[in-house]
């Protein structure tokens, strides 16, 4: 038993979308969620920006004592610093064990510029599935927009603008490779009308939960939760509500970055 913290972090309000499911799963739990507001967004970043930001974030949830941390932004999974993942406690990044996709012959993958440079999932499925036509959708500006609430239409723009230059509206699967995104997946499915979704929280929620397990180290009795951002504003308070219950509320830290 161990009823020490799970500790999440993300560029911003998206990685509420993991907490969302650890919390529905393993409701004994208690997370500290930090996100980093303050600079959002991550996407337009250098690797060495993004790892700074990271490891700044990463320290702040070490300091509460956390026992693994859950790194709930694909464009920090993916771009950080190998040495941001060496630390004293588990660092589980965003999984990319995705689904099946025998028989598939359109993928769009969507995500922030930074995550689609990296190519990551391209690779992934070009190595099992070389037929398969993958469609990469960077989404300039839509973490941000969803983000600070901006109005449908801004957001629409951004997605119809690139499914339409990507030539992705036929897509079969649809992997969401940034946490803000399923957020607005109902949005997204108007211009991806054929698409199954594919969200990686639950399975990266699994992969760290069975590092507690392996080690006996699962909550014995309930715990409180805290989420935590770097800037008031946005709607990080809002969906905090909208997610956890009116109890809970989003609070302004200064992580020293």
């Given at each position: 038993m161990d009823n020490r913290p799970i500790g999440i972090m993300d560029s911003g309000v998206g990685g509420l979308t993991v907490a969302r499911y650890l919390k529905k799963k393993y409701p004994d739990e208690g997370i500290v969620f930090i996100g980093d507001t303050?600079?959002?967004?991550?996407?337009?970043?250098?690797?060495?920006?993004?790892?700074?930001?990271?490891?700044?974030?990463?320290?702040?949830l070490l300091k509460k004592q956390v026992k693994m941390i859950?790194?709930?932004?694909?464009?920090?999974?993916?771009?950080?610093?190998p040495s941001f993942f060496d630390c004293?406690?588990?660092?589980?990044?965003?999984?990319?064990?995705?689904?099946?996709?025998?028989?598939?012959?359109?993928?769009?993958?969507?995500a922030t510029p930074a995550t689609i440079a990296t190519h990551r999932h391209k690779h992934l499925i070009?190595?099992?599935?070389?037929?398969?036509?993958?469609?990469?959708?960077?989404?300039?500006?839509l973490a941000h927009a969803i983000e600070m609430g901006e109005s449908r239409e801004s957001m629409e723009s951004i997605v119809r603008r690139r499914v339409q230059e990507t030539g992705a509206e036929n897509a079969e699967y649809a992997f969401l490779a940034c946490t803000h995104y399923p957020l607005e997946?109902?949005?997204?499915?108007?211009?991806?009308?054929?698409?199954?979704?594919?969200?990686?929280?639950?399975?990266?929620?699994e992969e760290g939960m069975n590092l507690l397990k392996s080690g006996h180290q699962l909550a014995g009795t309930p715990q409180p939760d805290q989420f935590c951002f770097t800037a008031s504003g946005g709607t990080a308070d809002t969906l905090v509500k909208s997610i956890f219950g009116s109890a809970a509320h989003a609070e302004t830290v200064d992580t020293g970055e």
């Open positions: 303050a600079h959002n967004p991550y996407g337009d970043k250098t690797k060495e920006e993004i790892t700074t930001l990271a490891s700044s974030l990463r320290d702040y859950i790194v709930g932004c694909n464009t920090i999974s993916f771009n950080a610093a004293e406690v588990p660092v589980v990044r965003m999984s990319l064990n995705m689904p099946a996709l025998d028989g598939v012959k359109e993928v769009a993958v969507l070009h190595e099992k599935y070389p037929w398969i036509q993958v469609h990469e959708l960077g989404f300039p500006g997946k109902e949005l997204i499915s108007r211009y991806l009308p054929h698409a199954a979704f594919w969200d990686p929280a639950e399975i990266t929620v």
